[in-house]
Every structure is written in structure tokens, then in C-alpha cells.
């Protein structure tokens, strides 16, 4: 089995920052691509950002500039920088794992973790 646990998240006024972090645990079948998605309330869940294994990011266009993806595979980790956050970024947020490539579908991953809270007040 494979779990994935993510932390970094709170409550942080516009314009601040937050960095998320995701530890993938258990069997793993390498390589294996990671993507961040958020969910707003009564929202569907959306594509944040995702990496390969060789580390080539993809951004959703209301993150460019302001996200970060990375990942060390050595620790098995996966990273999301938020930077300039707005009150429209405000929604849980979930670090996923599935087959390497640029996957933006929710159905594109096969594990996913239990989701951090990130909330922006302006």
C-alpha cells in the first residue's frame, strides 16, 4: 500500500506565504509522477500543479509565478511553495501520486493524501 501525508497548512493573510510539504510512504512503484489539487468549498476539486519523476512541472494558470512544485525523491517527498497567496487560493489542498508524466486529472492519480487547510484572509 501506499500512503501519502501532507502538512504545511494554516491560516496566513494575503500577500503571506505557506510551503506545503507530502511524504509518500509504503510499496511504491518507481518512477511515479506527484500533483497538488485544492478543493474550495462547494467547489470541485481542481489541478494545482504537478511534477515527474524528473522533475518537470506543470502549473495551473492561476498559480503561475506565485507556486512552486519540487520534489526529492530521496526522501520521498513532494513540495509545494505558495508564495503571494490570495483569499481565492483558500481550500484544502491535496498532494496525489500516479503514473510519471504532466497528469492534471483528478482521475490521473491512483493515491492521495488526507488534505492540509490553507486559508487566506484579506
Known amino acids: 500500500q501506499v500512503q501519502l501525508v501532507e502538512s504545511g497548512g494554516g491560516l496566513v493573510q494575503a500577500g503571506g506565504s505557506l510551503r506545503l510539504s507530502c511524504e509518500v510512504s509504503g510499496r511504491t512503484l518507481i518512477p511515479y509522477a506527484m500533483g497538488w489539487f485544492r478543493q474550495a468549498h462547494g467547489k470541485e476539486r481542481e489541478f494545482v500543479a504537478a511534477i515527474t519523476w524528473s522533475s518537470i512541472t506543470f502549473y495551473a494558470d492561476s498559480v503561475k509565478g506565485r507556486f512552486f512544485i519540487s520534489r526529492n525523491n530521496a526522501k520521498n517527498t513532494v513540495y509545494l511553495q505558495m508564495n503571494s497567496l490570495k483569499p481565492e487560493d483558500t481550500a484544502v489542498y491535496y498532494c496525489?501520486?500516479?503514473?510519471?508524466?504532466?497528469?492534471?486529472?483528478?482521475?490521473?492519480?491512483?493515491?492521495w493524501g488526507q488534505g492540509t487547510q490553507v486559508t487566506v484572509s484579506s
Open positions: 496525489a501520486a500516479g503514473r510519471d508524466g504532466l497528469q492534471i486529472g483528478v482521475r490521473d492519480y491512483d493515491y
